[in-house]
Nanobody, 115 residues
Framework: QVQLVESGGGLVQPGGSLRLSCAASGSIFSIYFMGWYRQAPGKQRDLVATINSAAITNYADSVKGRFAISRDNAANTVHLQMNSLKPEDTGVYYC?????????WGQGTQVTVSS
């Protein structure tokens, strides 16, 4: 079993920054990628950013140039640095780990961008 624990969400003003972290523990084998997804109220869960085992990153167009995903392979941790935040970035951010043994999600952390 794999557990994902997210941290770092909160309330921030437009233009501000937040850093999300996700720590994976448990029976982890052959991680293909880790990433962040977000779900705004009344909307589907969408990709924000992913990073694979070769450190190749992928971003949603809406966050390119503002967000940066990074990964600590030794610690099975992934981070999301979010800069120049906008109200439309508001939502619950979920960490995802995709490995040879399955697909795992964290419980989510709320990010609210508001003045």
């Amino acid at each position: 079993q794999v557990q994902l624990v997210e941290s770092g969400g909160g309330l921030v003003q437009p233009g501000g920054s937040l850093r999300l972290s996700c720590a994976a523990s448990g029976s982890i084998f052959s991680i293909y990628f880790m990433g962040w997804y977000r779900q705004a109220p009344g909307k589907q869960r969408d990709l924000v950013a992913t990073i694979n085992s070769a450190a190749i990153t992928n971003y949603a167009d809406s966050v390119k140039g503002r967000f940066a995903i990074s990964r600590d392979n030794a610690a099975n941790t992934v981070h999301l640095q979010m800069n120049s935040l906008k109200p439309e970035d508001t939502g619950v951010y979920y960490c995802r780990l995709h490995s040879s043994t399955g697909d795992y999600w964290g419980q989510g952390t709320q990010v609210t961008v508001s003045s």
